[in-house]
């Protein structure tokens, strides 16, 4: 059955209000669960999609719509999007990515605006996370991940790093370049994250064989070999892998850390742009957000999550630690993310 020809049957027989996100039509179950029968979401699969199932589809599916899952790496998803930008057919309703690579996204004219009438629940966002083209879903920040075995006092600054006693016991994640090189500047007293600044670091960094590891779970398993005794990774993340008995500590650093906020946003080309922001909604919900604190680690972009207090001291950050995350200039990024690119690839892998 092609259900993509079912979908656009449907929605054009039933209502042409139906279509009018601006209705309201994501605030009422009834109309959301006759209007969507089909939602298909672009992720990167592995644990975020088997999250997003567990507590974003079960609410969608509780209005008695489906969700499909077109899954693939982030570049690839990029790609596909730009290739399909002056389609009127676009393959995908809500996509989701890293806040940095969502900028992008927009900045080539690819997303639909989320707006309040469209997400009633974007009201309950905090403020400093919101941007006009997507939603912010959840967040972490960058802490330093150890093996405390080897650091008797735990590493406060990421400049440990640098210490020849850990040569060759560095791990770093090939996807996260760009947010190394940003933690790489904060700890070499650049306070605004820059890229190129962050790149002098890596070089540093370099001398002392940093080993670099295709994603999150192979530097987990180098982590849990013993292969390598140091990182930096997502504080979600070490709370997942302290919770999956990975011989592994983690501490905020003294200088700062980098935001990490996964975006949602529905493509202008979507076929079902109610159903797309429907499911952002419901990304929003508090029962999805307590969900993803729960079983993830990360903290919710909204204020009426209602975390039982233990659950909001383990994924959350004091003030101190608020006030010194890092605000990323996008714009910034973006512009000197393709020559940190080609250093990563072309230089600092090179030999390692």
């Given at each position: 059955?092609?259900?993509?020809?079912?979908?656009?049957?449907?929605?054009?027989?039933?209502?042409?209000?139906?279509?009018?996100?601006?209705?309201?039509?994501?605030?009422?179950?009834?109309?959301?669960?006759?209007?969507?029968?089909?939602?298909?979401?672009?992720?990167?699969?592995?644990?975020?999609?088997?999250?997003?199932?567990?507590?974003?589809?079960?609410?969608?599916?509780?209005?008695?719509?489906?969700?499909?899952?077109?899954t693939a790496d982030q570049?690839?998803?990029?790609?596909?999007?730009?290739?399909?930008?002056?389609?009127?057919?676009?393959?995908?309703?809500?996509?989701?990515?890293?806040?940095?690579?969502?900028?992008?996204?927009?900045?080539?004219?690819?997303?639909?605006?989320?707006?309040?009438?469209?997400?009633?629940?974007?009201?309950?966002?905090?403020?400093?996370?919101?941007?006009?083209?997507?939603?912010?879903?959840?967040?972490?920040?960058?802490?330093?991940?150890?093996?405390?075995?080897?650091?008797?006092?735990?590493?406060?600054?990421?400049?440990?790093?640098?210490?020849?006693?850990?040569?060759?016991?560095?791990?770093?994640?090939?996807?996260?370049?760009?947010?190394?090189?940003?933690?790489?500047a904060l700890a070499s007293?650049?306070?605004?994250?820059?890229?190129?600044?962050?790149?002098?670091?890596?070089?540093?960094?370099?001398?002392?064989?940093?080993?670099?590891?295709?994603?999150?779970?192979?530097?987990?398993?180098?982590?849990?070999?013993?292969?390598?005794?140091?990182?930096?990774?997502?504080?979600?993340r070490a709370i997942q892998?302290?919770?999956?008995?990975?011989?592994?500590?983690?501490?905020?650093?003294?200088?700062?850390?980098?935001?990490?906020?996964?975006?949602?946003?529905?493509?202008?080309?979507?076929?079902?742009?109610?159903?797309?922001?429907?499911?952002?909604?419901?990304?929003?919900?508090?029962?999805?957000?307590?969900?993803?604190?729960?079983?993830?680690?990360?903290?919710?972009?909204?204020?009426?999550?209602?975390?039982?207090?233990?659950?909001?001291?383990?994924?959350?950050?004091?003030?101190?630690?608020?006030?010194?995350?890092?605000?990323?200039?996008?714009?910034?990024?973006?512009?000197?993310?393709?020559?940190?690119?080609?250093?990563?690839?072309?230089?600092?892998?090179?030999?390692?």
């Amino acid at each position: 059955m092609n259900t993509r020809h079912s979908r656009r049957t449907f929605l054009k027989t039933a209502s042409g209000l139906m279509l009018a996100p601006s209705l309201g039509l994501a605030t009422r179950p009834s109309l959301a669960a006759a209007a969507c029968p089909d939602v298909i979401v672009g992720t990167s699969g592995g644990d975020y999609e088997n999250q997003l199932e567990a507590n974003v589809g079960r609410l969608i599916k509780a209005q008695g719509g489906n969700v499909t899952y077109a899954t693939a790496d982030q570049i690839t998803r990029m790609t596909k999007m730009r290739a399909e930008k002056n389609s009127r057919h676009g393959s995908m309703d809500v996509t989701c990515m890293a806040d940095v690579d969502m900028y992008d996204m927009n900045a080539a004219g690819l997303l639909a605006p989320a707006t309040d009438a469209a997400v009633p629940n974007l009201v309950n966002t905090f403020e400093q996370f919101r941007k006009p083209y997507a939603i912010p879903h959840i967040f972490s920040a960058m802490v330093i991940i150890y093996n405390p075995e080897k650091f008797p006092t735990p590493p406060d600054s990421f400049n440990a790093v640098l210490d020849p006693r850990v040569k060759g016991r560095i791990g770093l994640t090939d996807i996260l370049f760009h947010y190394n090189a940003m933690m790489g500047a904060l700890a070499s007293g650049d306070k605004t994250g820059s890229l190129d600044s962050g790149m002098k670091f890596l070089r540093e960094l370099k001398k002392n064989q940093p080993k670099v590891y295709p994603s999150n779970e192979t530097t987990a398993a180098a982590l849990k070999s013993g292969e390598v005794w140091i990182t930096c990774m997502w504080k979600a993340r070490a709370i997942q892998w302290k919770k999956a008995g990975l011989p592994v500590a983690f501490s905020f650093p003294r200088e700062g850390a980098v935001t990490a906020i996964f975006d949602a946003a529905v493509p202008k080309n979507s076929q079902a742009a109610a159903c797309g922001f429907n499911y952002l909604n419901a990304m929003l919900d508090p029962r999805a957000q307590r969900g993803f604190a729960e079983t993830m680690g990360y903290a919710p972009t909204v204020r009426n999550a209602a975390l039982p207090p233990a659950l909001q001291q383990q994924v959350g950050f004091t003030d101190a630690e608020l006030a010194k995350l890092l605000k990323i200039d996008y714009a910034k990024v973006a512009a000197q993310k393709p020559g940190l690119l080609d250093y990563w690839n072309q230089d600092f892998k090179v030999g390692l």
